[in-house]
């Protein structure tokens, strides 16, 4: 099997040679890059499996290249950084980061972090089998259409593109319409870890997320609604 390629970004060299080395150690192949300009070049050149990056770093921080990279690429994103601060993390995964994880990390819980969302991500990608409605290929609600096998979905026939975690959550939804499901819920069933206490911030951020691509009004949803105390649920339309 191909070794499987991760990015690493920061520009703090103890920190790139300790984290290269760690993940090296879990069998994966590590390319290294200094600031966020340096990310993008070894984006194109290197197609990694996954990125790390840290926000604060010269030339191009973190945050920006995110953002350059969400333009067209839907990679796995884990955010490291310094700042613990929940209005940084919920930043963080407004942008488009997969997960956050604050410095100084646990080397243990870094690997894990990054074999679950490769694997996220792999499933996602190549079987477009599982979860398949009983109608066959996709699953219609209003003016929603989700595409099983292309693992898309089209918005009043307008294809909308959505990261992996995204899909899995609408996918979710969408497949048990009008059921509630709590924040935890949501995060065991996508992320397939069990739920702590700060799982509710991840979770909102990323149906924020899906509101302002799939509602028209995102601030006044008709899909995906939110049950005040309980959780969220995909609206049945007629």
């Known amino acids: 099997m191909q070794e ?56 191009l921080d973190g945050i920006s290249a995110l953002m350059k990279i969400r333009e067209n690429n839907h990679i796995p994103v884990i955010i490291l950084s310094a700042k613990s601060q929940d209005r940084d993390k919920v930043y963080g995964l ?53 595409d099983l096998p292309a693992k898309q979905i089209l918005v009043d026939g307008e294809p909308v593109k959505l990261t992996a975690t995204e899909y899995r959550i609408v996918h979710l939804l969408m497949n048990n319409l009008n059921r509630v499901y709590s924040a935890e819920e949501i995060y065991e069933r996508v992320w397939n870890e069990s739920a702590d206490y700060a799982v509710e911030n991840t979770v909102m951020v990323h149906i924020r997320r899906i509101r302002e691509k799939i509602e028209l009004d995102a601030k006044n949803p008709k899909y995906i609604k939110v049950v005040w105390g309980i959780g969220y649920k995909m609206e049945k339309m007629d």
């Not at 090296?24 to 499996?49: H, M, Q, T």
Request: charged residues 35%.
């Open 4 to 59: 499987q390629k991760i990015l690493v970004v920061d520009d703090d060299r103890e920190i790139l040679f300790s984290m290269a080395k760690l993940l090296e150690y879990e069998g994966f192949r590590v390319v290294k890059a200094g600031d966020g300009l340096e990310a993008l070049e070894r984006l194109n050149s290197e197609k990694p499996d996954l990125i790390i990056l840290d926000i604060m770093m010269p030339k």
């Open 94 to 146: 407004s942008v488009g980061a997969d997960d956050y994880i604050c410095k100084p990390y646990n080397p243990a819980e870094l690997g894990a972090r990054v074999k679950a969302l490769l694997r996220r991500y792999k499933a996602w990608s190549t079987n477009p089998e599982a979860g398949r409605d009983k109608e066959g290929e996709r699953i219609v609600n209003g003016g929603l259409v989700l």
